[in-house]
């Protein structure tokens, strides 16, 4: 599964060297890809607004609701792991077809869903092609795209990654303001099967693929252990009373299913047939840099929960006005991504991360001084420091993971990345949602009004997000620049 390139292109070849002379359909590829990537990703997030509005339309509870966020969230988590074998075996352009097929296909049937059962299919479809298109747009990239000008390309990939999540509630809440929930998809359909379209005329087969056998035993064990474990995590920030199965039994399920999922594949990859090929951590700078990337997305998920909670419960504000707020610091991270990636091509990455998880450490410690009468522009001015100091972390993190890879280890890359994304989304919104729902229940009991209780609770959540960012501050001094060609965990000198 992970024998040696050959192909041009799998050794990390640029755009000019593939595809003879046709070297402008092929700097189309990654245009098309970020906006199909960024149309699917955005839909993650698109649901928790229109929650509402759907129970009461479609005759449903909140918790069971709740399942069209939660069972996405499922799928994704089940099928990215596989995503580096369906990489390494077929052509991107097949790839890229049946995953934009699928999210087309979800996509329609949830604006035709006549009840709750067949718009919760079509949410399951849509995530099926969402699942797949992250892992294929970053390792597209990295094999169309030489070493010395990633950071500005992997730029536009963080913003699909961070914007696209935070701009989805603030969307759906527009759409509502105007047309029926079912609007959401329908706006978003004929985008899809323009991408669609578009990809089938101009993607060309731009790997090679190869001989790669995948392993049965390890897709139910990976969908118990990801899927256990952001169940779980998402259980625990939605309540005990939502969940089919409690929480914490899903996570221990999840827990001990990675174990065996870990050990299977370590066996397994010696020959060449792991699903997921975890040899990736071999290289020091990708392991310290997910590690970073699972805090940074622990404390932007975890943000995105609190502050609209905050905002509504605390403050009073109403969802337009909480949605609006959050805005500015999405379109900031946006706005940042592609100058952080031209600013990582020259300087590397420790010059950008370190002041980057500074600044998001101290805005964090600036958040625990919220309270009951804390002025909205306070929040909107320490929601763009924070999500712009994100922004300097997530383009450097993952340009230099992924590069410090062997060529044919993207894929598995690849595929972390986009695991560590899910996991550590569900658990940055179960840590903070915890947190601050134990300690605004121990505040009540104390004789605290509610809203004294809710401001304590969000002043404690915020106050775990400022000392684990003290931590992640630290890490950012063992990230390491590699240089062109060298070898897998090997760091160039600064």
Same mark, same amino acid.
């Given at each position: ?346 300087? =590397? ?8 998880? @500074? *600044? &998001? $450490?101290? %805005?964090?410690?600036? /958040? +625990?001084? #919220? ?84 401001? =304590? ?8 997000? @400022? *000392? &684990? $960012?003290? %931590?992640?501050?630290? /890490? +950012?001094? #063992? ?16």
């Amino acid at each position: 599964m992970t024998g040696q390139p050959s192909s041009p292109e799998a050794d990390g070849g640029s755009v000019q060297q593939h595809g003879g002379g046709d070297t402008r359909a092929n700097r189309f590829v990654i245009p098309l890809l970020l906006m199909s990537a960024f149309v699917v990703i955005l839909n993650e997030t698109i649901m928790g607004v229109a929650l509402p509005a759907l129970t009461r339309d479609l005759g449903v509870s909140v918790a069971t609701g709740q399942w069209l966020t939660s069972a996405f969230m499922l799928v994704m988590a089940v099928v990215i792991p596989a995503t580096g074998y369906l990489l390494q075996r077929f052509h991107v352009r097949q790839v890229f077809i049946a995953a934009m097929t699928l999210f087309s296909l979800g996509t329609l049937l949830c604006f035709l869903a006549p009840g709750f059962g067949f718009l919760l299919v079509g949410r399951v479809v849509q995530a099926t092609g969402t699942a797949i298109m992250m892992p294929l747009l970053m390792t597209t990239v990295l094999n169309l795209v030489p070493q010395d000008r990633r950071g500005r390309t992997m730029g536009n990939i963080s913003i699909v990654m961070s914007v696209a999540p935070a701009v989805g509630p603030t969307l759906a809440g527009l759409i509502l303001s105007v047309l029926d929930w079912r609007w959401m998809f329908g706006l978003v359909l004929p985008i899809a099967l323009l991408g669609l379209a578009m990809g089938a005329l101009f993607i060309r087969n731009l790997t090679e693929p190869r001989a790669a056998s995948i392993d049965l035993l390890s897709l139910p064990v990976s969908a118990l252990a990801f899927g256990g474990l952001v169940y779980g995590f998402s259980g625990l920030g939605e309540g005990e009373a939502t969940a089919v199965v409690p929480p914490a039994v899903a996570i221990g399920v999840g827990a001990v299913a990675l174990v065996l999922f870990v050990w299977r594949q370590l066996r397994l990859q010696r020959g060449d047939r792991a699903l997921l090929d975890l040899r990736v951590f071999r290289s020091t700078q990708f392991s310290v840099s997910i590690g970073l990337v699972m805090i940074s997305f622990m404390a932007l998920f975890g943000t995105l929960i609190l502050l609209p909670v905050y905002m509504q419960n605390v403050l009073g504000h109403d969802t337009l006005v909480t949605g609006l707020t959050l805005l500015p610091g999405g379109l900031a991270m946006g706005l940042l991504a592609p100058v952080v990636g031209r600013l990582y091509d020259r300087l =590397g990455p420790r010059p950008l991360v370190i002041p980057g998880a @500074a *600044v &998001v $450490s101290l %805005v964090l410690w600036g /958040m +625990t001084l #919220f309270d009951a009468h804390t002025p909205i522009g306070m929040i909107v001015t320490a929601h763009i420091l924070l999500s712009g100091g994100l922004g300097f972390m997530f383009t450097p993190l993952l340009t230099g993971a992924l590069g410090s890879l062997r060529p044919e280890l993207y894929s598995h890359g690849s595929a972390v990345v986009g695991t560590v994304q899910q996991v550590a989304g569900a658990a940055g919104t179960a840590t903070f949602v915890a947190v601050m729902s134990a300690t605004s229940a121990g505040l009540l009991s104390d004789g605290f009004t509610e809203v004294g209780a809710q401001a =304590g609770g969000v002043h404690a959540a915020f106050l775990l997000g @400022a *000392v &684990v $960012s003290v %931590v992640a501050f630290a /890490m +950012t001094f #063992f990230v390491r620049r590699v240089g062109p060609g060298a070898p897998e965990g090997a760091p160039a000198a600064h």
